[in-house]
């Protein structure tokens, strides 16, 4: 398949075969939608940074940047083994890894001492949507020993799936349109997950579910909560996301000025449910476009499943 000119040999073999292994017409979708930078940033965006400045909140929305906090979520699922009540997710997502180095100790040091059972990540590890992602899979090689024996992650729409064969040599099995056992032995449940349905659109739902057997209790990652309508038609019980940021800079009491997704306001961030579908939207424990949060800070989440 024809790939990018600008790639070492080993880049393209590690392409190829990750070709093999998604679909070529996959693999070709994402390459050709990444060699266009994404949409500069909006009006309103400049708007921002300017009134932060005016304003004097620049400072007080950088402290907030590194106050991560550490949310606690219990969900009950239909269809659990009994074995897996208490089976515990850490959840964290948009940590946009190379826009401040001092952020990523500080999320190292907010994992000392935690216990789970998984890890899984929701997306946009680099800041940028385009140029160089190596400094992004360094953070990822330094955040990789806080987050356990099973980690699992999808792209956002910040990421290039030039990561993916890096990501996964240091431990990070990324789901693209596919699924995992995921469990104590014999009792598992189905973790899917969805290439990203914001920007490139190349998820699929289906794909991802096909290996789900008749009655397995289903947990999907997405980066943006905006398939929760796919999701819940296609049986998922509970649907992981991240994307929006909660606002990153809301008003007073965490109303976001804007959220990037056309998914419902109720949706944004925190826990929500669609038609029987448990779902959880993270804020994020990164930021992105401007380094300030405001009314709303970042996060990591650890969710509890229990029994119905």
Known sequence: MPLPDN???????ALETLGRRIGAAHLQQRLRR???????????????????????????????VLNIQLRHNDVRLQRLPAALDGFTLLHVSDPHLDMDHQFLGHLIDR????????????????????????PTLDGLAALRPQLG???????????????????????YRVLMNESVPLGRGDDTLTLAGIDDAHYFRTHDLHKALAGAAPGDCVVLLSHTPEPYRL????????????????????????????????????????????????GYTSVGCGSSVVDVRLNCLPEITLHRLRCQ
């Not at 790639?7 to 073999?13: F, G, L, R, W, Y």
Request: glycine share 16%.
């Open 7 to 13: 790639i070492s040999n080993e880049e393209h073999d």
């Open 34 to 64: 990444e060699g266009t930078r994404m949409p500069r940033p909006r009006l309103s965006h400049q708007l921002i940074r300017a009134g932060l400045n005016l304003s004097g909140l620049r400072g007080r929305g950088r402290r907030n």
């Open 111 to 134: 994992m000392q001492g935690l216990s789970f059972d998984a890890c899984v990540l929701t997306g946009d590890f680099r800041f940028h949507g385009f140029g160089p992602y190596q």
């Open 149 to 171: 024996d099973k980690v699992f992650a999808v792209l956002g729409n910040h990421d290039t799936i030039r990561m993916v064969p890096g990501m996964e040599a240091r431990g």
């Open 231 to 278: 999701a819940a038609h296609g049986g998922v019980h509970l649907m992981l996301s991240g994307h929006t940021h909660g606002g990153q800079i809301c008003l007073p009491g965490g109303i976001p000025l804007l959220t990037e997704t056309p998914a419902p306001r109720a949706f944004v961030r925190g826990v929500w449910h669609y038609q029987g579908m448990a």
